[in-house]
């Protein structure tokens, strides 16, 4: 047991200390963290190294990462982000999806002269592109959120979404189907309809269960209990499916689906990351272990021909889609470049194809290397479509960043909907700027949703809550949190990480403003300051005073205010400030009676 053990953790460190060089070093150069682990894992792995085997057992965990990718795509699914997209994702995505998948198939048929279901269950695969390669690359050049990022976007979510259909599609076709429905000699009508009454059933265990559930766990605010749920939301979906013998990718999907357009989809979707990312590395890692570079060393001249092939064949039919529905050559160009790599879900269908009898294991080996062959060309083929940005459009405009947001628009983040916050959201609103609301008090949320505000659950103070609720592409961060909650060191952690937003606070008073002076703040309120100056102007103004001295009132107590604000500050003791507030307002009040006398 002991010698178990200790080889268990001799891997791990073998692993996590390969992956972390080749990840660094492929990120040095540009070359992005999916190469990194495809071969970081060949390397470490049996073909090489021999350091580390039994790859099929570490990819069988590691495919939860390909469940919580899922699971994750589910819970972008937000219905007004797929409306406004409708016409890219189904129309760009399906478009692409069929093109690609049937031509790179007939190519197989034609030029391997595989049967036509063999040629079908690898081709239609080999239409996909890598959403897990893709979209952190054009996160990183800044892209993702222009016109030519959010038509990938589309595609990419459409081959997310055709993966239950294809999985479908390749157990329909396979000669041994698994999993219960097949052993129970179910034909494919009763298969579907088990489909849809499981998908019917998560839905409602979704609305019935899961939403008051983690309505409880909010008003309890336990964050490990999050993370908890969260975790066992994705798993126990993906097991009651793969239960069914149906796909544990659709039932993490569905999961997604049912609580995207709930408040706690951002907190979920921040405490389920870290899991996401690390199992998705591991899923690399364990595909370049399994890579058989003897099957490429007997048929490099096919392996390489095939990857060419897979290549050119999408890039020049995306180019086709792109200028049909009026794409400048040089963006539709890119876009093919783009997305021209095989995915990550094809080593799914092409196990599944293997199982089901439809291809044999060699084939499954070969066709595998070659998409990993054309992954590793996407960073060299992200470098060549960097290049070939669309100068201008057909409008006479360049192409810019598109100000929308993430999936619910937002141009600003405002965390904290108490009485302040919703002040300036309403403002803010009132103005036609999109807002993203965050706060952490479950009751206050239900009363948003009663007026039809949408508000979502979460600690605002948290930086990986702060970028999945959309701060990247914000132009404002506002935290109108109440009390003495915020701290210098969040404030630089949040300017470190969103420099591209405005950063405004609610200061709970002068105390808060001095302790906050250092912090990269674009602008701050003190909680009471403006209303007590309205109750005093009107105070005033009930006494007679004219206009013009009340103005002039104002005026000398804000001179007089930042002076006493500035002193204070460059004292830096808040002990001492504190002091020196009630000796400087004592000061100020003598000299504006002398002024008066005067």
Same mark, same amino acid.
């Given at each position: 047991?002991?010698?178990?053990?200790?080889?268990?953790?001799?891997?791990?460190?073998?692993?996590?200390?390969?992956?972390?060089?080749?990840?660094?070093?492929?990120?040095?150069?540009?070359?992005?963290?999916?190469?990194?682990?495809?071969?970081?894992?060949?390397?470490?792995?049996?073909?090489?190294?021999?350091?580390?085997?039994?790859?099929?057992?570490?990819?069988?965990?590691?495919?939860?990462?390909?469940?919580?990718?899922?699971?994750?795509?589910?819970?972008?699914?937000?219905?007004?982000?797929?409306?406004?997209?409708?016409?890219?994702?189904?129309?760009?995505?399906?478009?692409?999806?069929?093109?690609?998948?049937?031509?790179?198939?007939?190519?197989?048929?034609?030029?391997?002269?595989?049967?036509?279901?063999?040629?079908?269950?690898?081709?239609?695969?080999?239409?996909?592109?890598?959403?897990?390669?893709?979209?952190?690359?054009?996160?990183?050049?800044?892209?993702?959120?222009?016109?030519?990022?959010?038509?990938?976007?589309?595609?990419?979510?459409?081959?997310?979404?055709? $993966?239950?259909?294809? /999985?479908?599609?390749? @157990?329909?076709? &396979?000669?041994?189907?698994? *999993?219960? #429905?097949?052993?129970? +000699? !179910?034909?494919?009508?009763?298969?579907?309809?088990?489909?849809?009454?499981?998908?019917?059933?998560?839905?409602?265990?979704?609305?019935?269960?899961?939403?008051?559930?983690?309505?409880?766990?909010?008003?309890?605010?336990?964050?490990?209990m999050f993370v908890v749920a969260g975790l066992f939301t994705v798993l126990g979906s993906a097991w009651v499916m793969e239960w069914l013998g149906l796909s544990t990718a659709l039932g993490a999907f569905i999961a997604g689906v049912m609580l995207a357009d709930t408040p706690y989809r951002h907190e979920l979707e921040a405490d389920i990351e870290p899991f996401r990312s690390i199992l998705l590395g591991m899923f690399f890692l364990a595909v370049g272990m399994m890579l058989d570079l003897g099957a490429i060393a007997e048929n490099p001249l096919f392996? $390489?021909?095939?990857? /060419?092939?897979?290549? @050119?064949?999408? &890039?020049?039919?995306?180019? *086709?889609? #792109?200028?049909?529905? +009026? !794409?400048?050559?040089?963006?539709?160009?890119?876009?093919?470049?783009?997305?021209?790599?095989?995915?990550?879900?094809?080593?799914?269908?092409?196990?599944?194809?293997?199982?089901?009898?439809?291809?044999?294991?060699?084939?499954?080996?070969?066709?595998?290397?070659?998409?990993?062959?054309?992954?590793?060309?996407?960073?060299?083929?992200?470098?060549?479509?960097?290049?070939?940005?669309?100068?201008?459009?057909?409008?006479?405009?360049?192409?810019?960043?598109?100000?929308?947001?993430?999936?619910?628009?937002?141009?600003?983040?405002?965390?904290?909907?108490?009485?302040?916050?919703?002040?300036?959201?309403?403002?803010?609103?009132?103005?036609?700027?999109?807002?993203?609301?965050?706060?952490?008090?479950?009751?206050? $949320?239900?009363?948003?949703?009663?007026?039809?505000?949408?508000?979502?659950?979460?600690?605002?103070?948290?930086?990986?809550?702060?970028?999945?609720?959309?701060?990247?592409?914000?132009?404002?961060?506002?935290?109108?949190?109440?009390?003495?909650?915020?701290?210098?060191?969040?404030?630089?952690?949040?300017?470190?990480?969103?420099?591209?937003?405005?950063?405004?606070?609610?200061?709970?008073?002068?105390?808060?403003?001095?302790?906050?002076?250092?912090?990269?703040?674009?602008?701050?309120?003190?909680?009471?300051?403006?209303?007590?100056?309205?109750?005093?102007?009107?105070?005033?103004?009930?006494?007679?005073?004219?206009?013009?001295?009340?103005?002039?009132?104002?005026?000398?107590?804000?001179?007089?205010?930042?002076?006493?604000?500035?002193?204070?500050?460059?004292?830096?003791?808040?002990?001492?400030?504190?002091?020196?507030?009630?000796?400087?307002?004592?000061?100020?009040?003598?000299?504006?009676?002398?002024?008066?006398?005067?």
């Amino acid at each position: 047991m002991e010698h178990e053990g200790a080889s268990v953790l001799r891997d791990g460190v073998l692993l996590l200390g390969f992956a972390l060089a080749f990840v660094l070093l492929f990120r040095r150069f540009g070359l992005g963290a999916t190469l990194g682990y495809l071969i970081a894992g060949a390397v470490v792995g049996p073909q090489v190294l021999g350091l580390v085997g039994d790859a099929q057992q570490m990819i069988t965990v590691a495919e939860l990462g390909i469940v919580m990718l899922l699971f994750v795509v589910g819970l972008e699914l937000d219905p007004s982000r797929l409306w406004r997209m409708k016409t890219a994702i189904f129309g760009l995505g399906l478009a692409q999806v069929a093109a690609c998948g049937l031509a790179v198939s007939a190519v197989i048929y034609f030029a391997a002269s595989y049967p036509l279901a063999a040629a079908l269950a690898i081709g239609l695969p080999l239409g996909l592109s890598s959403t897990a390669q893709v979209l952190p690359m054009l996160q990183s050049s800044g892209r993702l959120r222009t016109p030519f990022g959010e038509r990938a976007f589309a595609i990419l979510l459409f081959q997310d979404l055709s $993966i239950i259909p294809l /999985i479908t599609i390749v @157990a329909a076709m &396979s000669a041994d189907q698994v *999993g219960a #429905g097949a052993d129970a +000699g !179910m034909p494919g009508w009763q298969l579907a309809l088990v489909t849809l009454a499981a998908i019917g059933g998560l839905i409602a265990a979704g609305r019935f269960v899961l939403r008051p559930l983690f309505r409880l766990i909010g008003n309890l605010n336990e964050r490990e209990m999050f993370v908890v749920a969260g975790l066992f939301t994705v798993l126990g979906s993906a097991w009651v499916m793969e239960w069914l013998g149906l796909s544990t990718a659709l039932g993490a999907f569905i999961a997604g689906v049912m609580l995207a357009d709930t408040p706690y989809r951002h907190e979920l979707e921040a405490d389920i990351e870290p899991f996401r990312s690390i199992l998705l590395g591991m899923f690399f890692l364990a595909v370049g272990m399994m890579l058989d570079l003897g099957a490429i060393a007997e048929n490099p001249l096919f392996v $390489i021909m095939m990857a /060419i092939a897979l290549i @050119a064949v999408k &890039s020049v039919i995306i180019l *086709g889609i #792109g200028l049909a529905v +009026g !794409m400048a050559w040089r963006s539709a160009l890119a876009l093919g470049l783009l997305l021209s790599q095989g995915g990550e879900f094809g080593f799914v269908l092409f196990t599944q194809a293997r199982e089901g009898g439809l291809i044999s294991g060699e084939v499954s080996s070969l066709f595998g290397a070659i998409v990993t062959l054309s992954m590793a060309t996407t960073p060299f083929l992200m470098m060549a479509a960097s290049r070939m940005r669309q100068p201008v459009s057909k409008d006479g405009e360049r192409e810019g960043p598109s100000l929308r947001g993430r999936s619910d628009g937002a141009n600003a983040l405002v965390i904290g909907f108490g009485r302040f916050g919703q002040t300036v959201a309403q403002l803010l609103v009132a103005a036609g700027v999109r807002v993203t609301l965050v706060d952490r008090d479950v009751e206050q $949320i239900d009363v948003a949703q009663e007026f039809g505000s949408k508000v979502y659950y979460g600690d605002g103070t948290r930086l990986d809550l702060l970028r999945q609720a959309g701060a990247g592409e914000s132009n404002l961060v506002i935290f109108a949190i109440d009390r003495d909650q915020l701290e210098p060191e969040l404030l630089h952690g949040v300017k470190e990480a969103f420099p591209g937003a405005g950063i405004y606070v609610r200061a709970y008073d002068r105390r808060t403003l001095i302790k906050l002076s250092a912090a990269p703040i674009d602008h701050s309120v003190r909680e009471v300051m403006e209303s007590a100056v309205a109750m005093g102007r009107a105070a005033l103004d009930g006494l007679g005073v004219s206009l013009t001295e009340i103005d002039r009132a104002e005026s000398i107590f804000r001179e007089r205010d930042q002076q006493r604000l500035q002193m204070q500050t460059e004292a830096g003791d808040l002990r001492a400030a504190k002091d020196m507030i009630f000796t400087q307002q004592a000061a100020d009040t003598e000299a504006m009676g002398r002024d008066e006398a005067g």
